[in-house]
């Protein structure tokens, strides 16, 4: 059951920051849901193993010969085969020098002709990734020909590799094609980055090339299609298909270009004149908007501060199911994996908005202005990271920012355990899918902020807005956003860029402290020789030291540190701080620790307004007593659920009455769960009317699933009004709670229990099934009996749904071992027998090969 608590993430957190070597500086990231978030204990300081086998092969961005100026596709799609049909119209001149030939990417096609527009055909070889083709003549760069392609592109028949970032390099997936699985919807999409879609159209596959394109899709009439750009036109034709065509003006690279089909809800919208669209599946219709929350909203907010109206003719964004990434910026057409497809009560405790903004942003910096090659994608990856950041500052203010930003850099420092350090600009990786690491993506972010706090916002808005007016439609790198930010600003900036970007880790800094009160001075003493020797070292560090007094008031004092060892003097000081912070400003990514006591982290938690130094002084004191009044009222949820979570239990009734408010009326409902459970662990709080409140007006899954536990815990008689609430709802979210509290066998409880399991969503059903089998195999065999029936059905091999069936499958020999066990029971023998026959016909008729590869597959079926 989904019992992880925000206090269990926050001593995770609050461990791996105490295995550090001091205070963590620097930080981010990825989704808002608390409970979506997994810490490992780590420590963060590099692995002492680690040895620098960069290859000595410089990374180059690809050279052209040639620029395709326009690419036109006619597709049709053979969906038994998976197979795609395709017409490719290249519009071509030569880059700089003559040509008489050109190679093209074309993965795994069969090639059925090669001509030019005037119907000439060319002569060409192939070898199943490359089409040289023999021009008729030399073309200068002031020719333009066009090359028309016939072909059958097979992307299911060729080799497959992935990434941890996209597991499939198939480029475009066929789902469901026979319709055989009730659980998918039928559908195609494609996925071009990195180097893909070349698997289905011919194309020259490299970041640094850019095309207009229209794209011709010919589908079943009862299909809905995306592709880049705007539908122009669609027609029906008289063998029941439909034509779309879809054309893009302005130029964009190759792994940008996609195209979608499939049965969506589709809501229309419109931003500035812009037409937005927002495709789920139909049954999640009446929460497109919702699950696209604040689109309009961030389009006006990423062209304001860029300064730069959105660039393309439209915005569209459509979930696919069996998706092999997380989001992808095709131009004008985002895709998304189902996972971000909600119902109104998900999305209280699971917004979109971080992956919503990493793919909007991505529309200046990636699709816009490109990377050169994979080498800079952190000029696409380390904004889109940061906008994230951008975003949650705008709309949720600077504490939800900052965590973010904490989360990122946990994440970075994570990558940094396990082994891997690298320039975050890397000519020389060893596999372009490895660049899509946590280098690229956070510390590609973090190095932004730095530079932002560094500069200021207005020259940092400013530098980015020169960026993307002088490189529109081009492709980059990094020495060029350098030029932007110095152009604009005046100041040379190599010793930020080459340290950040060129070099690898992060500073170690330890900081003393020495006030001396007859002088009024402090001397502030800081040792980066702590940093691992294979970093970029010594690190030019400028920071704000800041001093908090007694009287409330805070002075900051910038310094910059440029050698390993170095010393600074603060003057003229009023009285003696009663707390310092080296990184007063909270803008580092750096590893510092201070030498502080209790009392100075106390009034650094109580005098500071960043949160990132909050949450530094409550994992640095040995007691928290007398920091929780301050925690419960902060304004951050995190620091709030915090205070629950650190309050000794010999408290927890001196604090009842906050607890029980906040667990009512708390505007963050993973503050309202922590205070809920931490009643339910009051041995003198009854907590049944707050439950009763909480479910009479609570909106929130999370929160509701707690009370609903109190009242199946204590007041079983009154379980059945909850139920009846709750049966049936969109989402499946308290199904498995609801099933674990059935008080007894009735019809109605029974019936849920076995529809569901055929109907569970697939997000759910791990959980679902884990209390299906908990509440019927100790029921009697009527009750079994009825199970076995309702999951024979599920787990028959004409069912296409392979999840389903294995979890049936695991029910149908789990339920095998009950009835074995009840072995002085007749009849409880007679039903084993019969369902072991049942298990053994289902495994011998099985002919899925991911099934039967299994061992309980095997097993039965010897």
């Not at 662990?681 to 109190?710: G, N, R, T």
């Not at 529809?755 to 679902?768: E, P, Q, R, V, W």
Request: aromatic fraction near 12%.
């Amino acid at each position: 059951m989904r019992f992880t608590t925000a206090g269990y993430l926050l001593a995770t957190m609050f461990f791996a920051l105490s295995c550090s070597t001091g205070k963590v500086v620097d930080h981010h990231h990825e989704e808002e849901h608390m409970e979506e978030f997994t810490f490992d204990p780590i420590d963060i300081s590099p692995d002492s193993t680690f040895l620098d086998t960069m290859p000595k092969l410089y990374r180059p961005s690809a050279t052209m010969t040639y620029d395709i100026v326009h690419t036109r596709l006619d597709l049709r799609f053979d969906w038994q085969q998976r197979h795609v049909l395709g017409m490719a119209n290249l519009r071509i001149k030569p880059y700089f020098y003559t040509i008489d030939s050109l190679r093209l990417d074309a993965v795994g096609f069969d090639i059925h002709k090669v001509s030019l527009a005037s119907g000439k055909d060319l002569t060409y070889r192939y070898d199943g990734n490359n089409l040289v083709v023999l021009l008729d003549k030399a073309y200068t760069r002031k020719d333009t020909f066009n090359l028309l392609i016939e072909y059958t592109a097979r992307p299911d028949e060729n080799p497959v590799s992935g990434s941890a970032a996209i597991t499939s390099d198939k480029g475009l997936f066929f789902i469901n094609p026979e319709g055989s699985n009730p659980d998918v919807p039928t559908q195609i999409w494609t996925q071009g980055e990195t180097e893909n879609n070349s698997r289905w159209f011919p194309t020259f596959d490299k970041p640094n090339e850019r095309f207009s394109q229209e794209i011709l899709l010919t589908v079943d009439s009862k299909y809905t299609t995306l592709s880049n750009g705007l539908l122009i036109s669609s027609k029906s034709n008289a063998d029941g298909t439909r034509t779309d065509h879809w054309k893009q003006d302005k130029p964009h690279a190759p792994y940008l270009a996609m195209v979608a089909v499939g049965t969506f809800h589709v809501e229309k919208d419109d931003w500035n004149g812009i037409p937005l669209s927002y495709m789920v599946d139909p049954k999640y219709g009446k929460y497109a908007k919702d699950i696209y929350k604040h689109t309009p909203e961030m389009l006006t907010f990423f062209s304001n501060i860029l300064d730069y109206p959105y660039p393309w003719d439209k915005y569209s964004q459509v979930l696919v199911h069996e998706y092999v990434s997380g989001a992808m910026e095709n131009t004008g057409a985002v895709v998304f994996g189902d996972f971000i497809q909600k119902t109104d009560r998900e999305l209280i405790d699971d917004p979109n908005d971080d992956i919503i903004a990493h793919e909007m942003i991505h529309h200046w910096f990636g699709d816009l202005v490109t990377c050169e090659d994979w080498s800079d994608l952190t000029l696409n990856e380390g904004f889109a990271n940061y906008a994230e950041y951008l975003w949650k500052e705008h709309k949720y203010g600077r504490d939800e920012a900052e965590l973010h930003r904490l989360l990122s850099t946990y994440e970075y420092y994570q990558e940094i355990y396990y082994g891997k350090s690298r320039p975050v600009v890397d000519h020389y990786y060893e596999n372009k899918e490895a660049m899509f690491d946590r280098h690229s993506y956070n510390k590609g972010g973090l190095i932004l902020h730095m530079l932002r706090k560094y500069l200021g916002d207005d020259a940092f808005y400013t530098s980015l807005n020169k960026y993307l007016t002088l490189h529109a439609g081009t492709s980059v790198e990094l020495d060029e956003l350098r030029m932007a930010f110095e152009d604009t600003v005046g100041e040379d900036l190599n010793w930020f860029f080459n340290q950040w970007f060129l070099g690898k880790g992060h500073p170690h800094i330890h900081v003393q402290y020495q006030y001396d009160d007859v002088n009024k001075i402090l001397k502030v003493h800081a040792d980066q020789s702590g940093t691992p020797d294979n970093y970029s070292f010594p690190f030019v560090i400028p920071t704000d030291i800041a001093l908090y007094y007694a009287d409330g008031t805070i002075t900051y004092h910038p310094v910059r540190m440029t050698d390993t060892i170095q010393d600074f003097v603060i003057n003229n000081l009023k009285a003696e701080p009663v707390s310092y912070v080296f990184d007063g400003k909270n803008v580092l990514l750096a590893n510092i620790s201070e030498e502080k006591s209790e009392y100075q982290y106390k009034q650094q938690f109580l005098h500071s307004p960043n949160f990132i130094d909050k949450i530094d002084a409550i994992k640095n004191v040995e007691s928290v007593i007398d920091l929780i009044p301050g925690m419960l009222d902060n304004a951050s949820y995190f620091i709030r659920s915090a205070g629950i979570e650190y309050m000794p239990d010999s408290l927890t009734m001196q604090y009842a009455d906050k607890l029980q408010e906040m667990a009512m009326s708390d505007p963050d409902s993973r503050v309202r769960r922590s205070a809920l459970i931490k009643l339910l662990d009051e041995e003198d709080y009854d907590p049944s009317l707050l439950s009763h409140i909480i479910l009479s007006s609570e909106q929130a899954y999370p929160v509701l699933e707690i009370a609903l536990y109190v009242i199946g815990a204590n007041e079983s008689e009154n379980f059945n009004q909850y139920f009846n609430q709750f049966k049936n709802e969109d989402s499946d979210y308290l199904a498995s709670t609801l099933v674990r509290l059935f008080p007894d066998e009735s019809e109605a409880y029974l019936d849920y229990a076995n529809i569901k399991a055929k109907t569970i969503n697939l997000k759910d059903i791990n959980d679902f099934y884990a209390a299906y089998l908990e509440y019927v195999q100790s029921k009697d065999l009527n009750v079994i009996k009825r199970a076995i029936d309702t999951n024979s059905k599920i787990a028959d091999p004409s069912n296409g749904s392979v999840q389903r069936k294995l979890y049936a499958m695991n029910t149908l020999v789990k339920l095998s071992s009950e009835l074995l066990n009840r072995h002085n029971d007749l009849q409880a023998q007679l039903l084993l027998d019969e369902t072991l026959g049942i298990i053994k016909k289902i495994a011998a008729a099985e002919t899925d090969p991911e099934l039967t590869a299994l061992p309980i597959y095997q097993d039965f079926k010897k």
